[in-house]
């Protein structure tokens, strides 16, 4: 028998719970090169309905635990900051980060959660940390997340074997992508936050104008300021470079797409001058248009 096949332990302790612990043995084995990324839920589980749910680790742990709360309430603390957590918050705890957390005693939390180890968690890490977001996160259509949760469990359910721990691994992937991707500080309101998709929208229907950032904070109704702010913590890109960056992706489809001179596929951008459009599309696609046309694609 596969040894990665044998050795599972399910542990109980609330009712419906579903858990999952990976032995060390396995962890260690599936992260020296076995799998094709370095990542690997070395503990994930479903804890419903969780009354008296606490945990307490002065000392942290060597992984990323990422908690999602879809129903009750709960809390964590890091140090002396403690911090709500309601339904659609995610909780992110960084390795040998010291943290305590619990289920609210009148209205006990229900939680997906996993513990993930390997060095692809620096790519986490350094998402997270361009967005300059706060331990407690909000990502919208949070229950499009339960999907990844759940196929972690069931595959590493049924064993251990390297197709199974792949499977599980890549899921854990895309999960800590779409996190690092949509999180928002859940400390931003509701209406503030929808405004941000709405901008975007406006620079998509412009893309071929030239536009300022007053010009797209006017568009959702916020201060310039406040809208600069708000738009680098959503995407991580100032509102102006993130434009350009749209602005380029079409140019970019209209290079692939047709045969259209430089100069006309730069002026229907936006750009009057071919040669500036030329070094910002170098800047972001790291060639010229002239290159990135001669690449071969699909």
């Not at 691994?169 to 931003?188: D, N, P, T």
């Not at 079409?250 to 936006?270: C, N």
Request: with cysteine; charged share 20%; proline share 7%.
């Amino acid at each position: 028998m596969d040894p990665f096949d044998s050795g599972r332990r399910v542990a109980e302790g609330f009712p419906k719970q579903r858990m999952v612990v990976l032995p060390r043995p396995v962890v260690d084995r599936a992260l020296r090169g076995l799998l094709p990324l370095q990542l690997v839920p070395s503990e994930i589980g479903y804890f419903p309905d969780a009354a008296n749910h606490y945990c307490d680790r002065p000392q942290g742990t060597l992984q990323y635990i990422v908690i999602l709360c879809v129903r009750g309430q709960g809390w964590v603390k890091f140090g002396r900051q403690s911090y709500d957590v309601l339904p659609g918050n995610l909780v992110i705890i960084l390795p040998n980060q010291t943290h305590s957390y619990g289920s609210n005693p009148e209205h006990p939390w229900t939680i997906h959660w996993c513990h993930a180890a390997g060095s692809a968690t620096r790519y986490f890490t350094d998402m997270l940390g361009r967005r300059d977001v706060l331990p407690i996160l909000h990502v919208g259509g949070y229950l499009n997340l339960i999907p990844l949760f759940e196929a972690m469990v069931d595959e590493l359910l049924l064993g251990y074997s390297v197709n199974h721990l792949t499977v599980a691994s890549m899921a854990l992937g895309h999960l800590l992508a779409l996190i690092a991707a949509g999180g928002q500080s859940a400390q931003v309101d509701q209406i503030s936050r929808n405004r941000i998709p709405q901008a975007i929208d406006y620079m998509k229907s412009r893309w071929q104008k030239t536009l300022t950032v007053p010009d797209i904070a006017r568009s959702c109704n916020l201060s310039t300021s406040h809208f600069t702010t708000l738009f680098k913590k959503f995407t991580g890109y100032s509102p102006l470079d993130y434009f350009l960056r749209l602005k380029m992706q079409r140019a970019a489809e209209m290079l692939d797409t047709t045969t259209r001179p430089l100069k006309e596929i730069a002026a229907d951008a936006g750009f009057s001058d071919p040669l500036y459009f030329s070094r910002v599309f170098h800047r972001i696609y790291k060639m010229s248009p002239s290159e990135y046309r001669l690449t071969a694609k699909g």
